[in-house]
């Protein structure tokens, strides 16, 4: 078992190799997709704990501070194998004992749970920069892949918005103190009024975890801004 040291603390690479973490990632996805969600697994996992990590880097935070907004998007939706309901308090719990068993220091397992468990729109806060960057970097991942119902005639609306999403793009830009979200999407599929019907509920989470950063939150939809 590897214990952290403060001179080994505990990175993002051996989150990644560690078995008991893949195993309860790949069952998220499993079960998951047998609901008709959209992809919740490893391919979420990779690109929210890369976002994350660059919203806070991008503003200039220590790089610790980064690995660990990496790590807390790397686990973020690991309960959802236990249940979709109340998965980011769950899942909080779980990285709890495992983080902990792996040998991270408290104050480090404090910051990637607080952010695990304030990660869902119906009952999250940016109560911290980590919970904050997760926020922007979750809600951003918007894209056809993501798509697990092969049946174009029985998708419900969070299968045509993702599937309409062709590209989204979150930009940090420091100096104007802005977090943009850019969304390109086919409107053929789906129209913009559709992406917000779902997605109201999170552009004000995005909002509000920018506004923790002392950052401003916009929204760009096929180059029109619209937030
Ligand atoms: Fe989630
Ligand atoms: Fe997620």
């Known amino acids: 078992m590897s214990v952290a040291t403060i001179e080994q603390p505990i990175t993002l690479a051996q989150v990644k190799a560690d078995h008991e ?9 499993k079960y998951l997709s047998r609901l008709g969600f959209t992809e919740h697994g490893l391919r979420h996992a990779g690109i929210v704990s890369a976002l994350a990590y660059k919203v806070l880097q991008e503003l200039a935070f220590p790089t610790r501070d980064c690995e660990l907004a990496a790590i807390a998007g ?3 939706d ?11 308090v769950s899942g909080a719990i779980m990285t709890f004992s495992i983080l902990t068993r792996m040998g991270m220091p408290p104050e480090e397992v404090a910051l990637v749970i607080s952010a695990i468990g304030n990660h869902e729109e119906e009952r999250g806060n940016a109560v911290n920069h980590v919970a904050s960057a997760l926020i922007l970097a979750d809600k951003s991942d918007v894209h056809r892949s993501r798509v697990t119902n092969r049946d174009f ?8 918005v993702n599937y309409a999403a ?13 977090i943009t979200l850019a969304v390109r999407i086919d409107t053929t599929i789906c129209p913009v009024m559709e992406y917000f019907e779902i997605f109201l509920l999170r552009m004000v989470m995005c909002r509000r975890a920018a506004e923790f950063l002392d950052c401003q ?11």
């Open 21 to 29: 973490i893949n195993v309860y990632l790949t069952r998220s996805t």
């Open 78 to 88: 690991i309960a959802n194998m236990i249940n979709r309901y109340n998965h980011g």
């Open 153 to 160: 005639a029985k998708f419900e609306i969070h299968d045509r």
């Open 74 to 76: 790397y686990l973020h």
């Open 217 to 227: 939150f916009k929204l760009v939809i096929n180059d029109y801004e619209l937030l």
């Open 166 to 178: 062709e590209s989204s793009k979150l930009l940090v830009d420091k100096a104007s103190r802005k």
